[in-house]
């Protein structure tokens, strides 16, 4: 049982360029979401989705793009990279509201700069 | 708008009792959750209060007063190991939407 993968663990990108962080589930979770975490500070949530073909903005949306086309699949797209985007990016999944346990469960993280 | 407040630090010794202590303002409320993080790795669940009163969990307990807008985790004989950073979390919108606290950084002495 996989859980939650991201991919890349590593990146480095150049101020301008594009990217996208992929995110994928096996666990059937409805909801799925991402956060920036920046050293020494809480989980920022970036963007967010309740299920497939919907979205929604979390509290740094900015720079960011997102899509839900399947269940199992929530890529984070970059549109031009900005040194502020240095972070490390978490997905995180979770059931559905109807048998919430309030529990998110978390991808390993992907540490991205931006030179 | 949404917020959450959490001590920045904790100092304990081992086979202690710590409280973490977390305050919150938001709509919508659904529930409190409370992670543990350790340096370079990714949040992992620790425990949930959707209602008023304490959970147990092994060592780890957790209480919310929805009146109070105030929960406390709660940490007994702890360990070394149990030096982390702790988060609480606010869910609400339906119990989809998880807005973190900055974290409490939990130092264990020998």
């Known amino acids: 049982n996989a859980g939650v993968t991201q991919t890349p663990k590593f990146q480095v990108l150049k101020t301008g360029q594009s990217m996208t962080l992929q995110c994928a589930q096996d666990?059937?979770?409805?909801?799925m979401s991402w956060y920036r975490q920046d050293p020494g500070m809480g989980l920022r949530l970036i963007h967010y989705?309740?299920?497939?073909?919907?979205?929604d903005q979390g509290e740094v949306p900015n720079g960011y793009n997102v899509s839900r086309s399947t269940t199992e699949d929530f890529p984070l797209r970059l549109l031009s990279a900005a040194p502020s985007q240095t972070s490390v990016y978490f997905c995180a999944s979770s059931y559905s509201s109807g048998g919430n346990t309030g529990e998110l469960f978390f991808g390993e993280g992907s540490r991205l700069t931006v030179l | 708008g949404q917020s959450l407040e959490q001590p920045s630090e904790v100092t304990a010794v081992e086979g202690a009792i710590v409280q973490i202590n977390c305050t919150y303002q938001?709509?919508?409320?659904?529930?409190l959750s409370w992670y543990q993080q350790h340096d370079g790795g990714a949040p992992t669940f620790l425990s949930y209060?959707?209602?008023?009163g304490l959970e147990e969990t092994g060592r780890f307990s957790s209480f919310l007063s929805r009146s109070d807008s105030y929960g406390y985790l709660l940490l007994q004989e702890l360990q070394m190991k149990d030096s982390a950073s702790y988060f609480c979390a606010v869910l609400n919108t339906g119990g989809f939407k998880t807005i973190f606290g900055a974290g409490t950084r939990l130092f264990v002495k020998a």
């Open positions: 666990m059937n979770h409805e909801y």
């Open positions: 209060n959707a209602l008023d």
């Open positions: 989705s309740v299920g497939a073909g919907i979205t």
């Open positions: 938001t709509s919508g409320f659904y529930g």
